[in-house]
């Protein structure tokens, strides 16, 4: 049979698969990498490692360090775009959606992904591999949070021209916060939740 038999195209599709499925475990072992030793200590031996795979592999797939980790940050980008979005679909036109809300990000600035997405961001500064990848992940996140914020949250009569400009307030004080860990005063870290939930717009 020819190339375009349908024999060898199920075959083809059989690896495509495979290649995605190594790719992504590549990925993942990258994002966990990041979480538990930094970006400074990330190597990719040990992603190859935490991935099961050879270091032949890795370098099959990812020939380069940069390359690893800017494709790294894209698939850091669409786990956490999907865990936001997920836990966004929560909020109800209850009256305590605001709070709901400010919660729902307290979690998210705080969990797993965003320590991985911290070093990457860090990393940028200096690596400029990296700044066009995180600079248009973080585009795609605020129009999301724009879009958002719209829709749960329709500009009422008479509110500030800065209006637009809160759920971006809140999510870069909140990712502030949980960059300062637990060495944020316990208290505090309540009391800025609190007047984030009831302050006025």
Known sequence: MGASSPSNFKQRLTQDEKTAETRRRLLDAAIACLIDRGYAN????????????????????????????????????????????????????????????????????????TTAWIELVVASRTDSYLQKSVSAANDRVSEFINQSFQELFPRPDGASVFYDLIPHIVCLTLEGMALEGMTLNSELTTKILDALKTFKP
């Open 42 to 113: 990330t190597t990719t031996s040990e992603i190859a490692e935490r991935a099961g795979l050879s270091r032949g592999a890795q370098l099959y797939h990812f020939p380069k360090k940069e390359e690893l980790l800017t494709n790294a940050v894209e698939h850091l980008f669409q786990l956490k775009f999907g865990e936001i979005k997920e836990k966004v679909s929560r909020l109800t036109s209850e009256n305590d959606r605001r709070a709901m809300a400010i919660d729902m990000l307290w979690e998210v600035a705080n969990n797993r992904l």
